[in-house]
């Protein structure tokens, strides 16, 4: 279950943006949505090492000492959140997923997430956004494509103060069973280094499933 609702939220808009801001208040119908069904999860804990394994198709494992947060609700996009520093929330590496349409490619949903990303740019969420790098490799056994990123983005501590911060990111994308995944190392610019290796470690050991 999430601990903080509203920092998981606020965090997911760096991982995988959606259009819930532009749609809102643009449906006819009278017809009530169906409540998404749960995404279960468990947590496996083997000496040091815990593995996260979601029903969003995932495994992804991690050192046990880390905090965690974790959502089972189908309509918000991160699956977890794994917290790298004990002083810094901003700083961790976090698994999302989207459901896709058929026949959507790895270069539709990773051009699809950029270009949102340089949207929030245009729109003035975010200031200062420039691609670092941006790779084609193989990552989980599939196709990926990877971009490294670095801006000023509202992070919100509380329910109420959002403070503009500087970060870097790096985010992997990769597709599997018309599931887009977006798998992020995100830290406060000045922590980016520190936590780099360990941010890696956790990010490769990601599995389909």
């Known amino acids: 279950m999430m601990n903080n609702r509203n920092l998981i939220t606020a965090l997911a808009v760096v991982a995988l ?3 819930a801001a532009i749609t809102a ?3 006819t119908s009278t017809t009530p949505s169906p409540t998404p069904a749960p995404i279960s999860a468990t947590q496996t ?3 040091n090492n815990t593995t996260f394994s979601s029903a969003a198709g995932f495994n992804i494992t991690y050192p046990k ?4 947060d974790n959502s089972s609700d189908a309509s918000t996009p991160v699956r977890v959140y794994i917290y790298l520093s ?3 929330t901003a700083d961790g590496v976090l698994v999302a997923a989207k459901s896709l349409s058929a026949g959507q490619t790895l270069s539709d949903f990773a051009n699809s997430e950029v270009a949102q990303l340089k949207n929030n740019n245009t729109t003035g969420n975010f200031k200062n956004f420039t691609v670092l790098n941006d790779t084609n490799l193989t990552f989980a056994g599939k196709p990926a494509r990877t971009i490294v ?4 983005v509202p992070i919100q501590y509380n329910q109420t103060t959002a403070t503009n911060k500087s970060v870097k990111v790096m985010q992997t994308y990769v597709v599997n069973n018309n599931t887009g ?9 000045s922590d980016y280094d520190t936590y780099l290796a360990q941010a890696q470690r956790i990010m490769n050991s990601f599995v389909l499933t």
């Open 45 to 47: 804990t083997v000496g």
């Open 86 to 88: 004990p002083n810094e």
């Open 181 to 189: 995944y977006v798998i992020t190392y995100k830290a406060i610019s």
């Open 149 to 152: 990123w670095s801006g000023i």
């Open 65 to 68: 000492n880390l905090k965690t």
């Open 17 to 19: 943006l959606t259009l």
């Open 25 to 27: 208040g643009c449906a």
